[in-house]
């Protein structure tokens, strides 16, 4: 069974740093391409960068730059360093397959950005 726990996140004002982690389970972790996904309030789920099973990535136009995925394959985690954020990075992050995402969300770690 897929289990997807996300951790890391909290209240930062504009400009500052966090660093999500997710641990996986239940999957085959070092095949999978996984991703970090954002949800913030009223607006549909939203893709934000993905890592494949060799480390390559991919993110967002609007994030790139600011935002690095990364993996730990000996962990099962995989995880995202946010900079420079502002009030918009708002939201809930998700980790889930970089790809087609699996039914089994975790409950997400919260993101605030304000002032």
């Known amino acids: 069974q897929v289990q997807l726990v996300e951790s890391g996140g909290g209240l930062v004002q504009p400009g500052g740093s966090l660093r999500l982690s997710c641990a996986a389970s239940?999957?085959?972790?070092?095949?999978?391409?996984m991703g970090w996904y954002r949800q913030a309030p009223g607006k549909q789920r939203e893709l934000v960068a993905t890592?494949?099973?060799?480390?390559?990535?991919n993110y967002a136009d609007s994030l790139k730059g600011r935002f690095t995925i990364s993996r730990d394959n000996a962990k099962r985690s995989v995880f995202l360093q946010m900079n420079n954020l502002e009030p918009e990075d708002t939201a809930v992050y998700y980790c889930?397959?970089?790809?087609?995402?699996?039914?089994?969300w975790g409950q997400g770690t919260q993101v605030t950005v304000s002032s």
């Open positions: 239940g999957i085959p972790f070092t095949m999978t391409t």
């Open positions: 889930n397959h970089g790809r087609l995402p699996w039914q089994n």
């Open positions: 890592i494949d099973s060799v480390g390559n990535t």
